[in-house]
């Protein structure tokens, strides 16, 4: 089926930076989510975006649906310990009647 | 949102056995669907499964290997019959709370087949 293609797969960086992430698409999305997963637990909903160019915001996260309706991208600023984990990305396309696409995930090293 | 419970949250089994996974949720929902998750992959969607009708599985995933029953707007189970090491693996529940509403999961279940 579809997948998403996102990016990086993997980052390991320094307590404090900043990470970027994304994800792009070959057809039309209208809607973009943005999950992060820790071990043994299920994704968590971090963003949602429902309309181009969007930009939605929550704590240190950042998020936009990009104007082409193509890609997105998430933000963490001034990364910390807890930010570890695998970051999903996941949508809608405009053709397909409520079935999730997934991206493959970032996972996410942050050294203190 | 919705808190969702899935039962067990981890299991061993033995080849050629069945489980029955739970999922509840403190509220009703409109949708409910079966996601797996194979080690370090991303989600792969089973079935929606829909209330009072039979699920909606997708390519690849067939009701005799994973029948799911949906009695309420609050309940689903999952079943892995038959199962082989291939079947290890995480499986999750996750709803929509309402229409064009994004989807949360529960914790999943840890699936091993020896």
């Known amino acids: 089926g579809q997948q998403l293609n996102q990016s990086p797969q993997s980052m390991f960086i320094q307590e404090g930076e900043d990470v970027s992430m994304n994800c792009t698409s070959s057809?039309?999305?209208?809607?973009w989510l943005w999950y992060k997963q820790d071990p043994g637990e299920g994704p968590v909903l971090l963003i949602a975006?429902?309309?181009a160019g969007e930009l939605t915001s929550n704590g240190r996260l950042t998020a936009q649906f990009g104007i082409t309706r193509k890609d997105s991208f998430l933000n963490i600023s001034a990364s910390i310990p807890s930010d570890v984990g695998i970051y999903f990305c996941a949508g809608y396309n405009a053709g397909n009647n409520r079935k999730l696409i997934w991206g493959l995930g970032t996972s996410l090293a942050v050294n203190p | 949102s919705a808190v969702i419970s899935q039962k067990p949250s981890r299991d061993i089994c033995q080849r050629g056995t069945s489980l029955t996974i739970q999922c509840q949720v403190d509220?009703?929902?409109?949708?409910m669907f079966w996601y797996r998750q194979q080690p370090g992959q991303s989600l792969t969607l089973i079935a929606t499964a829909n209330q009072g009708s039979e699920a909606t599985y997708e390519s690849g995933f067939v009701i005799d290997k994973f029948p799911i029953s949906r009695p309420n707007l609050t309940f689903s189970t999952l079943t892995v019959s038959n199962m082989s090491p291939e079947d290890s693996s995480i499986y999750l529940c996750?709803?929509?709370?309402?229409?064009?509403?994004?989807?949360?999961f529960g914790d999943g279940t840890r699936l091993s087949i020896l």
């Open positions: 057809s039309i999305f209208n809607t």
């Open positions: 975006l429902y309309k």
């Open positions: 509220s009703q929902v409109t949708m």
């Open positions: 996750s709803v929509e709370t309402g229409s064009n509403q994004p989807q949360h």
